[in-house]
């Protein structure tokens, strides 16, 4: 038999390649489906009756939330990670681990081919090929919808044919939900000039009254909401039902595609942008200005390649080796208040504080240095600007 393990969504495009790929090529096909946080026990049952009515060998459901969350999502937090200032990455972090995942398991069953039902003209089509073929190059990739370039309706009118006549009606909004956030695509973002009606967005208003909650970090892990420790995991599940409440974390991502075209997307993600936001804050507190520096450049530049799907270089591996390294004392607790479509950061409480020096106040008290030594130390730093405006003559 010619065993094909198939990345399965239950969408119209994995469906359509299960039934062709069985029916047409012979194929006995494993449809393989990889939670990272976006799919409930009752969706992955109806999700295995489908793909066996469409002609699927087997099915098989694998979770891999706790993968994604320590093998990902931590270090988008240690790094601070928002794609253009903006987006925290939340499908497109998903897509390696979902991709990681599929190609192990078709190694494990020993598969001579693995199949996607990406198109040719995005992002995922990448991720999956790049992983699939670094992982298992001896793996043979088959992807028929982007091969025969098929139409939504060439789609939908072969299964019927073939008798399969679930809904294809197409949602006015695509959604994909996972635990680090829910993209939402519809035909505002298909252009450059409209926003997203309020009901597209899967979370609506709920709560209108402002609420102060506190977010428990150690070592730079949400290690605890309001004070009652859980696992991270938990507690952004957790986070996230709370501030989604509050309708926070909208927002349009717009960047450049790894095929290079620009692209427009939606998203919902209150959890991941309080966790940044307030991460970043007690950062700013227990690191040097040196040690943010340095963790900016390579969060953007770890970001960056996580998106691009080249998660399996190896400088992945050193950069999260030394945002690792900078969260030894990026522990304490930070306040925020919780407002309809917002939030603020009100403060923190760290026994890593560099505030907490017995060196002075900004602004207002020295302890370490008397006048005379801030007149001198003042002297001196201007020294190279005054030698350059004397040569060059520009300020004179």
């Not at 039934?19 to 946080?37: D, I, P, R």
């Not at 270090?75 to 499908?91: A, D, E, M, Q, R």
């Not at 007149?375 to 020294?383: A, E, N, Q, R, V």
Request: charged share 20%.
């Amino acid at each position: 038999m010619k065993n094909l393990v198939l990345a399965y969504s239950g969408g119209l495009d994995t469906s359509y390649c299960t039934k062709y790929l069985s029916k047409e090529k012979g194929f006995q096909v494993h449809a393989v489906s990889v939670n990272t946080g976006g799919f409930s026990e009752a969706e992955l049952t109806e999700m295995e009756k489908k793909a066996l009515l469409l002609g699927a060998s087997s099915f098989k459901a694998i979770d891999a939330i706790d993968g994604f969350y320590n093998k990902v999502v931590k270090y988008l937090i240690f790094g601070n990670v928002l794609k253009n200032n903006t987006y925290p990455l939340s499908v497109s972090a998903e897509r390696i681990i979902q991709a990681m995942e599929i190609v192990l398991y078709a190694k494990k069953i020993g598969a001579q081919y693995i199949a996607h039902g990406s198109t040719g003209a995005g992002n995922d089509q990448v991720r999956f090929d790049m992983i699939f073929q670094i992982i298992a190059p001896e793996i043979e990739i088959i992807t028929p919808i982007r091969d025969m370039t098929l139409s939504r309706e060439e789609e939908i009118t072969y299964l019927q044919e073939n008798g399969i006549d679930f809904s294809w009606e197409k949602a006015k909004y695509s959604i994909n939900k996972g635990l680090w956030g829910t993209s939402v695509g519809g035909e505002e973002t298909l252009g450059s000039a409209k926003a997203l009606p309020s009901s597209a967005y899967p979370s609506q208003l709920e709560d209108s009254e402002p609420k102060e909650i506190s977010l428990g970090f150690e070592k730079g892990e949400l290690v605890s909401l309001d004070g009652v420790v859980k696992d991270p995991i938990s507690n952004i599940q957790e986070l996230s039902e709370i501030a989604s409440r509050f309708a926070i974390g909208r927002d349009i991502h717009v960047g450049d595609t790894i095929i290079g075209i620009k692209g427009r997307v939606g998203f919902e993600a209150a959890a991941p942008l309080l966790i940044i936001k307030a991460h970043h804050l007690l950062e700013k507190h227990t690191l040097s200005k040196w040690q943010q520096y340095q963790k900016e450049q390579l969060g953007t530049f770890y970001g960056m390649l996580l998106h691009e799907g080249n998660y399996m270089d190896e400088v992945m591996r050193n950069i999260e080796a030394f945002l690792s390294d900078t969260q030894k004392n990026v522990s304490g607790e930070v306040f925020l208040t919780l407002h309809p479509y917002r939030f603020e950061l009100n403060g923190i409480h760290s026994k890593f504080d560099l505030m907490n020096a017995s060196f002075g106040h900004y602004g207002e008290t020295n302890k370490a240095w008397t006048g005379e030594d801030a007149k001198g130390f003042i002297k001196m730093l201007s020294t190279p600007a005054k030698i350059s405006n004397q040569i060059s003559g520009k300020h004179a």
